[in-house]
């Protein structure tokens, strides 16, 4: 719901600023996007962490079919973005 006739400015919730076309509970644009730097860079740290772990589990258990291989191989870079993608937006929802 966007800011009520005649009001013209709603303030942010983080910073307290008001900015005219937000609704009642919502964060400015600087806000938003420092929130969403800050969640974009936990989230790159988890993907590569985990990403680092399910490469040693592969390169430890790896298959003997070439066809075992390449779906090993195909899985590294799936489990990033997977979990970049998760982990960013649970960050976006979670962080204070």
């Known amino acids: 719901m966007p800011s009520p006739i005649g009001w013209r400015e709603v303030p942010c919730v983080e910073c307290g600023t008001s900015v005219p076309d937000i609704d009642f509970g919502e964060r400015c644009r ?18 590569l962490l985990s990403t680092a772990v399910a490469g ?9 079919s070439s066809l075992g291989r390449f779906y090993s191989g195909m899985s590294i870079p799936i489990v990033y973005l997977l979990v970049r993608m998760i982990v960013h937006r649970f960050a976006m929802e979670v962080l204070p």
């Open 30 to 47: 600087a806000c938003f996007q420092r929130r969403k730097r800050r969640a974009a860079r936990i989230a790159r740290r988890v993907a």
């Open 56 to 64: 040693a589990w592969v390169l430890w258990r790896l298959p003997e």
